[in-house]
């Protein structure tokens, strides 16, 4: 497994789909050193990663946040996200959680495990496998400044329908 960080989220032109991008820390071997995960999303999931990794608070408990909370009223700890593989061109993803005394692994959507795992501030993992068939090197020149894919996003925001998702 290969240590992540989320980069954020942006929006893919010209179909305007969301995107969240992930990045192998530091931490990792020279060869998987700033090797980069796209995985598209749903333009909600987009919403609720980029708040919370912006640190904004909302007013009331998003969907993820209600989550959360409910997890630690049961003393459950997820303890990492790990994004597993891809299959007919669907990303799969695990919670490793633990409980008093028993361990668990749940099936999720990436994008649901990511929106989790920013919130409770726990590590982002990626499967060996997956990076090598999808994993791509992004030189550091190229990455846009962060402003521009705010704007990018909120642009994004602006012009998207329900129908949008049908």
């Not at 649901?112 to 030189?139: C, F, H, K, M, Q």
């Amino acid at each position: 497994m290969v240590p992540m960080e989320l980069v954020g989220v942006r929006v893919e032109l010209p179909s305007n789909t969301p995107i969240v991008l992930l990045r192998a820390t530091e931490e990792t071997e020279p060869a998987e050193e700033g090797l980069m995960l796209p995985i598209f999303i749903g333009g909600p999931e987009a919403t609720a990663i980029a708040l919370a990794h912006q640190g904004v608070e909302p007013p009331r408990p998003m969907t993820h946040d209600l989550f959360a909370q409910t997890l630690d009223a049961m003393e459950v700890t997820v303890e990492r996200v790990v994004i597993t593989e891809l299959r007919e061109r669907t990303f799969f993803a695990e919670l490793h959680m633990r409980s008093p005394g028993e361990a668990k692994v749940m099936s999720a959507r990436p994008s649901d495990a990511i929106a989790l795992a920013v919130r409770l501030g726990i590590p982002i993992y990626a499967e060996d496998e997956l990076l090598a068939e999808v994993g791509y090197t992004e030189s550091p020149d190229v990455e846009p400044e962060a402003e521009e894919v705010v704007d990018d996003f909120k642009e994004f925001l602006d012009n998207v329908n329900p129908e949008d998702f049908a």
